[in-house]
């Protein structure tokens, strides 16, 4: 069974522009939730979606937003990058039923704003 | 605000000690407590869990003692490896009739065991 596949795994821009995170869930998986991980910071929520619909929602500004695939397939977009947004972002897929519990992460992607 | 804080921040242990890891949390509507393990250039994976309803659970090297009238949970590693260094993530998570279980993390402990 293939795990959580993020893409791409590394990326570079500067301040200003925009981002598109792709997240492709474990087969099966109609839960995503995205985190960003920063040194210190550990795992800060962002979103979950489960069928298409925004379930919850992290303290984010508005600039961070996400969307899901009725293939399951999810994707977040940052918009006017700033400095403090270089983070690995991490995409974790789960059931999503009632208290299933386990996440499973991606290897995430790594962006570096310049 | 944190609602699951985690402690230490770093931890060196030697091969074959033990190594512990100490978490804490506010929410009382916490009812699932799981550990990840978490490799340098990898997604966090689940390590192990506890629910509130059991004090101890053991798999293997690893042991969750869970205090639920302190609200504190924590991490025992036996006979620490080399292999085992890595950072662990404490977290815990509530559902909704909805279905949606919200998970909280902690800010995460780097662990390193040497030779």
């Known amino acids: 069974k293939a795990g959580v596949t993020q893409t791409p795994r590394y990326l570079i821009k500067t301040r200003g522009q925009q981002v598109t995170l792709s997240c492709s869930p474990i087969?099966?998986?109609?839960?995503v939730s995205w985190y960003q991980q920063t040194p210190g910071q550990g795992l800060q929520f962002l979103f979950e979606?489960?069928?298409?619909?925004?379930?919850n929602k992290g303290n984010f500004p508005g600039r961070f937003s996400g969307r899901q695939f009725s293939n399951s397939r999810s994707e977040m977009n940052v918009s006017t990058l700033e400095l403090g947004d270089s983070a690995l972002y991490l995409c974790?897929?789960?059931?999503?039923?009632?208290?299933?519990?386990?996440?499973?992460f991606g290897e995430g992607s790594r962006l570096t704003v310049l | 605000q944190q609602q699951v804080k985690q402690s230490p921040q770093s931890l060196i242990v030697q091969k074959g000690g033990i190594s512990i890891i100490n978490c804490a949390y506010e929410?009382?509507?916490?009812?699932?407590f799981p550990w990840y393990q978490q490799f340098p250039g990898k997604g966090p994976a689940l390590l192990i869990a506890?629910?509130?309803?059991?004090s101890e659970k053991k798999e293997g090297r690893f042991t969750i003692s869970f205090n639920k009238s302190a609200k504190q949970f924590s991490l025992h590693i036996m006979d620490s490896q080399p292999g085992d260094s890595a950072t662990y993530f404490c977290?815990?998570?509530?559902?909704?009739?909805?279905?949606?279980?919200?998970?909280?993390f902690g800010t995460g402990t780097k662990l390193q065991v040497i030779p």
């Open positions: 979606y489960f069928s298409e619909t925004q379930r």
């Open positions: 977290a815990a998570s509530s559902g909704n009739s909805g279905g949606y279980q919200k998970v909280t």
């Open positions: 087969s099966g998986h109609r839960s």
């Open positions: 974790a897929s789960s059931l999503g039923t009632y208290n299933t519990g386990e996440l499973f």
């Open positions: 506890i629910r509130p309803d059991v």
């Open positions: 929410n009382t509507a916490f009812d699932y």
